[in-house]
Structure formats: C-alpha cells, structure tokens
C-alpha cells in the first residue's frame, strides 16, 4: 500500500496470480467491462503476439473515499508461464492482496498446486509472510467439462483458512463476488496494520458499502 | 533472501504508476501535438509538467500585449497575466477559467492519469465570443491609448464560443490520454524488461555461488579422502612388510625344515602379501598424483631400450600362456626425457592387460614409432599456436576380448571394470589404467585406447619429445 498523506490518496495494489491460461487476464477484462469508466481506467495489456501475458495486465480502479481523499486499486495479472518466474516475482512485490485464480479443470490440479506453491514462495522472497498475506481463491471455467464438482469443491474449502469463490470469467461469472471478496479481506487486514480509519477517517464497513454500491452490489445483495 | 532490487529511478514497479508527464511523454512528440493544434486552432496552448516545468509550447505574441506594453500600466497589466495564468493549477479534474480586465482569457486544464493529476495545459489568450465591445477597464488603462486601435488588436485574438472552447480542451485531454497511455505501456514494458533481466540475472548469480559453495565443499572432501587414503596405505605397509618379510624367512627354512604342507601355507601368505602390498602401492600412487605430489626423477630414456626391457620382462609370463610376444620399434628415434621407472610403470600395466585380457595362444606387440604432437589447440590460430615438436608413441596390442565403445571413456576411472564376472576371471583391483592416465599426463603426454569387441584392443601412449 502507498499512502500520499498530502495528495490525500491511498493506493492498494491487488495481484491474480495463478497458472497459466486459468483466466486471469479475463478476469480483469471481466471487471473492466462490469465496471463503469468513472470507476475503472484503461485496461493495459503487455502481451505477447501470441496473447500470452508478457509482463503483466494492469487495471486501475479508482473510488472516493469521501473528505475528498482517493483510493485507488491496481489490479495486476502475472504471466503463468514457469518461464517468467522473474517478473511474476518483480509483479508481486508490494502486493497488498493476491486473488490466485485456478482452473477448475481436474486435469489442471497439477499447474493449480504448483503455481501456488510459487506464489507463497514468492510472496516469501518479496519479504511478504505468506501465511498472514490476504489471499482469496477463484475456480474458474466452471462452465467447462471434466471440472470439479460444486460440492467437492466447497468440502475442500471447509478445510482451508482462504475464501472460495467459483467463476466463469469469460461471461463475467463470479468475478466482481472475487475482487469484492479480496477487497473486504485485504481492507480488514490494511486496517489493522495502519489504522486507516483512525489517520484518514475512513471507517472500513462504509467504505466497503461503497466500493459495493460501485460495483453495483448493494447492502441488500450481502 | 534479498528482496528484488528496482533500481531505476524514479520508477516503482510495484505499483507502475507514473508521477509526471515528463517520465514518460516526449517533449517532442507534445510540440508536435500543440504545434497541429495551433494549426487547426489558431490557439496558443503550453503544456506544463506536474512540477511546473514549461515541457511544450506554441503560441503566437499577441500584439495586443506589445502595444499595452508601450504603456506603464499596460506593461504591468500584462505581465501580472502572464504571472497569474503561469501560477494557476487547478486542484481538482475541472477547468479552471482565468478572466482579464481586458476581457482576454485564459482556460487551465489538468491533466490526469489513472486518477492522478500529472500536469496541466493552457489555452490562450483568447476571447470569448460572446465578448460584445472593449472592457471599460482595457480603456481605461491609460489615457494616451488609441481607442480604435486596442479594439483592432482585441478582434484580432481568436475568438472561441463557450462550447467551442469545451469540445477543443476536451479533444486535447483526450489526445493527451491516449498519448499517455501508450507511452506509460511502452515504459512500463521496457522497464519491466530490464528489471526482469536483472532479476533472473540476480537468481541466477545466486544459484550459481550455491554451486560453487557445493563444488567446493565437494573438492575438499575429496582432498580429505585423499590424505586419508595416502596415511592408511602409509600404515599399512609397514606391518605388511614384516609380514612378507618373516613368510621369507620361513620360506628360507631360517626357522628350521618345513613340511610340504606347512611349505606351501606359507607361499601362499607370501604370495597374498605381495598382492596385497601391490593394491596398497597403487591406492598410495593415486592418492599422490590426485594431490599433484607424485614426483618425476628425469633423466634421458631410449625408446628402443625400453620396448626391449618391457618385452624380456613379460616373455616368461607371456609364454606361460603360449601368448606371442613381437615387438617393433623404428630407428631413429629421439631420446626422450621421462622417468624412467615410471614409464617403465606405464606401459607393463598396459602389457598386464593385454596379456590378462588375451586368450591363451594371442599375440601381444609392442611397438614405439615417430608422430606428431598434437597440442590442444583445436585448429584455431593453429598456425600459431601449434607447435612442430615431434613425439614417440608407444602402441601395446593385443587379440584378446576387447571392449565396446562405451566402455572405453569410463576405463581410466579408478575402480572401473567392465564386467563383474570379467573381474572375478581376471582379478585386479580396476586402479591399473587409472594410474596409467596420470602418470602419462605427469608426463605431459597423454593416452588414447581403439578397440573391437572380440578382436584386440591397442593402447597408444603417446610422449612428446623433448622441447629444443
Ligand atoms: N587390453 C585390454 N583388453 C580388454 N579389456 C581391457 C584391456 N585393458 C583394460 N581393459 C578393461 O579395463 C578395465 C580397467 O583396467 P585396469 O587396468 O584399470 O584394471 P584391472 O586390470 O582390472 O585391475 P588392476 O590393473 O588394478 O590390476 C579392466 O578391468 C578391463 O575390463
Ligand atoms: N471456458 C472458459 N474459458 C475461459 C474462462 N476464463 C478464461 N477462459 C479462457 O482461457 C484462456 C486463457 O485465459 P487468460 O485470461 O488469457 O489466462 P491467463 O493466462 O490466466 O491470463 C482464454 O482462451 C480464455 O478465453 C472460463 O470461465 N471458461
Ligand atoms: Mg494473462
Ligand atoms: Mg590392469
């Protein structure tokens, strides 16, 4: 997180880290196009010829945090390819909440495991403890065969300490629930490690009824 | 573990944000932009960097202002708009509209990107169209000013309506963000290019000084074993001499007459304590050479002397087994400088082998001829850096079993032997090639093996003559 205490501006960085093709970069499409352009800037791909993540997609969000104090949330993908272990480790830095987007495809649990296990590593290189980081989990292409059941999935989720959401990001599915979902627990957790309602006056529960009133989720949808 | 560094300045890749329009936007490229848009618009338009750095400008001097300025009020008036407009910022994403008492204006216009203001640009001077007739405060400004004249020269400043004037800033926001965007991905994509190069570079580096730290470790241990093995055979052989040493004796009937049965118990202790002492000389030969300690006594060798001692060495053992022994050697050869006893060391475990490795009724030859050294050099700048010292090369050959291809690399391995069942056969320990290997290149020369399975197999030994 970057505070501008005199420009009055707060920026969390939010990272979908994940295997590679389990729809990251969808993801973020998914909420550019759900999300007004009011609230969501341009989003900025750097891709290869081949429409494979490069570097990273990169998606502001922009909301107010009334008392006319700004916050604004980067969204970043990284590249899935093992290859690009380098920049996946350069994207994750300073990373304020990680959105890990798996496939739900059984033949995928492999990649899905693995590239897991990457990104805790990864979040331990960056000096980020990986057991106190704020991390939700998407499965995603719910719409494919050969996928894990709803009910398997949710019994496995009991027994994680991670929120669990399912998503077919290519027709939007799931995806605002997601990014809703890591915003409230990476909020909570940049709340009790700054005190940003004591130093800027902004009181969490209200911010997020914004952020989700935004995203065009009401209170009443909870 | 160190955090990944990123270094270069004024760049924050974990966040990829951009604080000014000049990190990333070419003053070029925003001249070239004002420059179309004064064409299209007949408007003077500066754009300023975040920290009110002037980054591009293309106006016209209004000439209203060079007539005011002949005047003393005039001149104050004009350069506290010029002041005024320079310090306007806007605070907010909204235009900023800067109104004259000459009815001239300016619009000040920030800039965004990504919800953050990055700089601003200014329109004007210009009129407003809906202006109808010379402000009473222009006029008064002095009394000498020429009435019709500042008229003249207010109409002739461009004259913009309201909406206008909105759809003109809002099209050159839009220019601007477009411009942005596209650098700010350029820049992004080239920073993040050189960061990930030095990161895997970083990684990579780290790797590499774990290996080395293992290598290390593994070259030490390896030295430990070598003194290991050097102080062992060491202590080993001094009982074992005795022991030898007392089964002479016996042998000798010192000790009084033996009987045949008691005779033959003790040949065999002295036969095993030979073998034994042999295995021991050859671990303490290869601990010595692994640790570079093994000392040459040179001195002057005749090639043909030596296959003639190696050959009368092995006729008795040779013909035990009706193995023929030939020998050739060409005249003329140079004297070479070695030692002696360890070329002798050479080439008998060659002739060991072929004669071990042979069946009954084989021919073994030995033969030493001219060549030419071949250095290392692998033909680049040969003619330079080859040189033209000859060699003699020493050929041990036999027709015995032989060895396919893919032994031949692994037979210079200590311990190595090519079958279980050959060894069991054959005896040995698998050290004499070994030993060989290193003696020859202590020599500065070096071994080559060709061989056919079932056909014969030759050992060249190859030493270079000695340098002029
Ligand atoms: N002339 C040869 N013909 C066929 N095989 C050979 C010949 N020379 C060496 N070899 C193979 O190479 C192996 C290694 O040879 P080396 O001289 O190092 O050991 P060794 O003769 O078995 O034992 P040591 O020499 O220690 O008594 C041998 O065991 C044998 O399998
Ligand atoms: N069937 C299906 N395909 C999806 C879904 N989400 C993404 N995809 C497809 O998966 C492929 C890879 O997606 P992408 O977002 O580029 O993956 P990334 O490598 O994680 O960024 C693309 O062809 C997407 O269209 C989904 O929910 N269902
Ligand atoms: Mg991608
Ligand atoms: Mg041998």
Redesign the pocket.
Known sequence: MQVDFHGREITVKLVYYGPALSG??TNLQAIHQLVTAETAGRLMTL?TRDD??LFF?LLPLTFSGGKNLQVRFKLF?V??QVMHNATRRLVLQGADGTAFIADSQKTETKANQQAFLNMRENLSENGIDPDSHPVVIQFNKRDLPGVRTDAEIDRMASKGREPVFKAVAIRGVGVIETFLGLTELTWRHLEAKHQLHEKFGLEPEEFLSTVRERLGIGRAAE | MTAPSTEAAGFDIALGDIADLSEVVDREALRDICRSFFDLFNLSVRIYAADDTLLASVSEPAELYTYLQKFPKGRKVVSETVDQVKRTRPTDSSVLRHQTIMGIVYDVVPITYQGRPVGRFVIGPFVPAELEQVPKALVRLDPNLDRLEVRDLLMKLPRVRANTAERITSHLRGVLDLLLFSSHRAHLTSEMHVASVRESYRELAEKTSKLQHAYDRLKELDQLKSNFLATVSHELRTPLTSIIGYSEMLEANIAGELTGEQREFVETIHQKGNQLLGLISSLLDLSKLEQGVMRLTLSDADPKAVIGDLASTFLPHAMKREIAIETACEEGLPTLRVDPLRLKQILSNLAENAIKFSADGGTVRFAARYTDWEDDADGAGAVLMGSSRGAVAFDVVDTGIGMRASELEKIFDAFYQVDGSATREHGGTGLGLSIVKRLVEAHGGNISVTSTYGEGTTFTVTIPEPEE
Do not use: H, I, N
Request: glycine share 12%.
């Open positions: 990251k970069t891709e494979r993540t997609d993908t590249p899935g």
